[in-house]
């Protein structure tokens, strides 16, 4: 029987729809037919007149056709004073069909840090939050106790946009009933379990500290362009993306963007120092010791290092 | 100090847009373009150190990100008084024109062109051919442009290290540490694209597309070859003329640029329309009378929006952005504003760039027609690739022999103004950028489908397609597929929905209320 899917666009910006568009080996199209997934709707790739949508979602609510997988891409919007009326379809708001469909649905999955944690859409005016997660704190939308009709609570999906090919991974999970371990944001740690560091190019500038001050130089950029690649989780620099690169590896700072604070209010270019010490270290590190460790590393670093001979 | 806001109107899906329209005997005798979502994205620049800009406004649209980006990184120079190294301005025109052309198609291949298997058109000559190329997700024109956009987007990932959403461009270049290697692997891929482009979507060399000079030569190019019918645009060509496209989406005829693409110092690539731009920058009104782009020319208007705060127009570096959520009957419809230049409204996109740029095959085509429809403003965007691959192809190629490297070192901000234009898919994007004390006081972004699809201004005249729908057949009040089609024919970001209110006793519906 095929698996039934729908794909819901709420407040954001499309980008892991497009960001799905690239997904290879398999293909958006080649996951969907060899996982037999009957797509009821997805706003960018149906043709589905108003009238049958309509009729369809009457047909979701009443339970009439059955929703294997509810996928929901973009931040709940709330606002203005909780109506929710800022994002609306068929002129009512678009919460109350989610709430409907999310409560009918086998597995909802959270489609990139919006729809996981609020992400952008939670920072405006629009009073945006993530499904079962308003940044860090749990509840969200759903709510804390929220469970979908297999057992699970939300699957998180995080990412800005998420990488297209844990979409398609985890949609393969799901549809052949893999157990997918969730971390304490929810987030399998297939996909979120190591961070964005891991895999970078620039991993052995960072081993000895030889660091970037200014755009283009050719180094690690923790300690001053502000990345967060050693304090957040995501699979950046191991699936890389579109076949090819990642920002780190390119020299662009990681900004953290699968993080439940994302986006974060310090300045994005920048590593928040003390003393030219970055305050935020990677995760469940001592700090003495890895200050100390950074010293000696710093001291130990390789002239073809410092003098960038790999041309990395 | 006001809340100061980035606004981002009806961007992009699953009624983001509603279309409101009023029939009687059979057309549309007037158009609401009604944006339903507000997203409000002012509390996260204002108060934000500048460069925060390149990693928020890309969020902003996941289908034009690199636009984001680009004039974002354009309002930083300003701001900071720089010129980028020319291989910096190449690297920036190469990775925006990427993004251009993978719209260009995906919009023509997945979503206008499913159009053309609406049950509307079931029964007619060109049906079966027509579901064989453009079924959804099935469909050979489909499947080949999901797979040649995917593969051209390689390059932005290549150069900036992910599509979409990167933050590569910095004031005074790009943060790309890339090089010769690079730009060769970039060189193949786009090698790829043009024979995808020059093989499935023309049937023909781009060359041989230069040659058209006017629909008499248009039409026998169709005739010319086989392999002309059967391409992506001799099917267009014939599913038009079938369906009457060119008799539909007239509009007002008024188009507008801001320039895009600067000509990098020493490039072999000749600027367009007498300026220093492959994007000239001008304004066409509907009389044929062409003049100087100025950026004060802008001003947006409130008066049917459901903002509160001014009336009359007012300019992007001034306006404010106050919701009026309670209003929601009588004269206010939308949460877009409605730009204007020189306060007229005015279309966006290819068709206006490339009309700018005297593109002489497009030129003709309006002259010969009196004016823009739908068949030549989705022409522009299928042809916009070969109008731009050879400049791609030449910077690529003269990457690396400038010895001014990426990017400027020791590029200090400092407090002022910046402007950031350029030609997303859509059309004119605009960032104008306030920076107070070493942070940001004010950020206002038009983006080009808040032209296209704008509400009426505060003289009442229609937006852009408003008034290009005036005068649609509409067959049947279900299914208004000709709707459909003049509003995708100015690409509106991804679906959009439509609402036939039936006029009744030939009783115009005069009052919208959501
Ligand atoms: S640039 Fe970022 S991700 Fe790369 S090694 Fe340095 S800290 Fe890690």
Redesign the interface.
Known sequence: MAVTLYWMQAGGCSGDSMSLLNANSPDLLEILQELDVDLLWHSSLSVANRTSQRALLERLQSGEQRLDVLCVEGAVIRGPGGTGMYDTLHGQAKKNLIWALAHKAKHVIAIGTCASHGGISARGDVEGTGLQYHGRKRGGFLGEDFVAGCGLPVVNLPGCPVHPSVVTQALSAVVHGATLDLDAWQAPTAWYGTTVHQGCTRNEYHEYRVEEREFGEKGCMFFHMGCNGPLVRGPCNKLLWNGRSSKTRVGVPCFGCTDPDFPKSFPFFQTRNIEGLPIDLPDGINRAHYLAYKGMAAAAAPERLKGRESNI | MAVQTIEVPL??????LEIRVAVEDGRVVDAWSAG?????????LVG??P??G???TP?????C?TSHLYVASRALDQLAGVTPPPDAIRVRNIALLVENLQSDM?HAF??FG??F??AAYEGQPLYEEARRRYA???GSAA?AA??A??KI??I?????????????M?P????????PIEFLQCRHVLARFRHYYETDVLGCALERIAELKSSADLDAWLDEAPAHRDSELGFYLRFARAAGFERMGKGHGNFVSGGSLDIPEGSAVQAQGGGRQLVPAGFLSSDGAGSVFDQREVAEHIAHSWFTGYEGGMHPSTGVTE?Y?TG?EGDRYS?AKAPRYAGQPAEVGPLAELLLAGHPLLQALVAEQQGPNVFVRHLARLLRAAAMLPAMETWLAELGKDAG???L??VKMRDGEGIGLGAAARGMLGHWLRVEAGRISRYQVIPPTAWNGSPRDSGNVRGPWEQALCGTPVEDL??PVAIGHVVRSFDP???C???ALDAGNGKPHGRI??
């Open positions: 961007n992009r899906v699953e009624g983001d339903t979502q507000f997203r409000g994205f002012e509390r996260m934000r150190a460069l925060d390149l990693v928020i969020r902003i649209c996941g289908l990100s995906r997945l979503l499913a159009d298997v609406n959804p997700l099935a499947v999901l797979r956009t995917r987007l390689e932005v990932a290549i150069l900036g290290g992910q599509w979409p959403h990167s933050s590569f910095v005074g270049g790009v943060a790309s540490a890339v090089g919701p959520a929601a949460w490297g990426l990017v070192h020791g279900d299914n970001c991804l679906v929905t439509v609402h209320r959501i």
